[in-house]
DNA sequence: TGTATATTTTTTGTCGACACAAAATGAGCG
DNA sequence: CGCTCATTTTGTGTCGACAAAAAATATACA
């Protein structure tokens, strides 16, 4: 009789529908939850998430804004499809955005930013212990973050935000089958960053984040490389 | 009796309204047409256009996705603000923004991209010649999208052509009062630019592409310095 | 049996209306 | 006369429904 009520019809304030639904799909995007390509129905959307078409559209239009879903006319979005063919964009962009907010993180940094930076490091240093290569991506996407943040530019940080969410769906997509050898180096790597970012140093935050962003580019792209073989999805 | 039609009650097709309204606002916005700070009432703005407030709505959160509104919760929307304390970081990323696109146009450009490319110059060089500011202005944005586009990266594009509106907004509120001299030394400047890019010189893209910037951004802060004094506008 | 056309189905784009939140206004009290 | 609280007003957030466009299906014809 109440089988089609499993979740609590008014359970969310007014003025969290947006946000609440794009919270949901960007993580399900991201995760790889919504397979690249796959369409998005908004019916079946409204119906799984309880809520009308309206704020889903609406979540669709800010989703499309950032890339993460397409939208045909008259037709239906579609979660948007990784480009193999020009990932090299996506490398360059990201090292850019790597030493651009590294260095700006040095000249503008305050205390208060080296103590979140801290505590993501230190998030991202458990993870990394744990062997739990999910939540290595994340913490290292808010470590980042943070660095960014202090750098004080939000033209920078937004498209660098968008940059580490399309990696971490990269990410996603080859750390399921290679769960096993996860990479310690990072974390000193980011000490290092740490302490050219307290130290003002820019140069050297500008090399550490080179390197740092030629090991993570190197790394995905032995990754794909591996299997090619399998993985023609073309 | 007919007096409330104005405008044809069905005169778009389907499927273009978000995109009719989205342009509409945006260049009432990048005109300042639209005061930033200003609030956008949804019920006014669809008497104005004669749409429903769904597709004003989703237009609203497209342009909020590119900071050109700025939305508060169960408040109104307001055009967003010109932010004249941290203009230091809009010059900083819309440098680096026209260094990185003009070097991959170097790089990657296309003899169709060339031929884009001039015929924008050309659109350019006649607005200038025409002591046209607002024509120089748009002109302006569009030479070096297509430079942009020529590069083929679409992370730094998008990003370049947010910055490039922004300063189109900037550009807006100081020529109005300044369109007596027309610096023709930019013409010169893009032709230069155009010659590196056709050469395939990367090193010279580069330098000319700062200095062309480092130009605006001067010419920018002397308007600005100018008439600090009678704009006390916080 | 294959192809072109008509029809149905599915899914989006848009609409008008209602409900709620915050600001603006007014009333009550010290 | 000023301050706090109730009330109205304004405008957004969300909803269900209708209409149109494209895809899917069925039909007719060679």
């Known amino acids: 009789m109440v089988a089609t009520a499993p979740r609590k019809p008014t359970e969310r304030k007014r003025g969290s529908g947006v946000q609440f639904i794009y919270g ?6 991201l995760n790889l939850t919504l397979a690249p390509g796959s369409p998005i129905d908004e019916v079946q959307l409204s119906e799984r998430l309880s809520m009308s078409r309206t704020p889903i559209r609406e979540a ?56 979140a930076i801290r505590a993501r490091q230190a998030e991202f240093a458990q993870a990394v212990a744990a062997q739990d290569a999910l939540g290595m991506i994340g913490t290292n996407r808010e470590f980042h973050a943070a660095i960014a943040a202090a750098g004080r530019n939000p033209y920078y940080e ?40 307290e130290a003002g140093d820019i140069q050297t935050c500008d090399r550490l984040a080179k390197e740092h962003a030629d090991q993570i580019t190197t790394q995905i792209r032995t990754m794909i490389a591996v299997d090619r073989r399998q993985d023609i999805t073309l």
């Open 60 to 115: 669709l239009v800010r989703l499309a804004g950032e890339g993460l879903v397409t939208t045909l006319p008259n037709r239906s979005t579609v979660v948007a499809n990784i480009d193999f063919l020009n990932l090299h964009t996506f490398f360059d962009a990201i090292t850019l955005m790597y030493r651009v907010t590294t260095r700006l993180a040095a000249e503008f940094h305050t205390e208060a930013d080296l103590v």
């Open 158 to 197: 937004g498209l660098f935000l968008r940059l580490l969410d399309e990696g971490r769906r990269l990410l996603r997509l080859y750390y399921s089958s290679f769960d096993d050898q996860l990479p310690r180096r990072y974390v000193t790597e980011h000490d290092e960053i740490i302490a050219a970012i």
């Open 24 to 29: 949901v799909l960007r993580d399900e995007i």
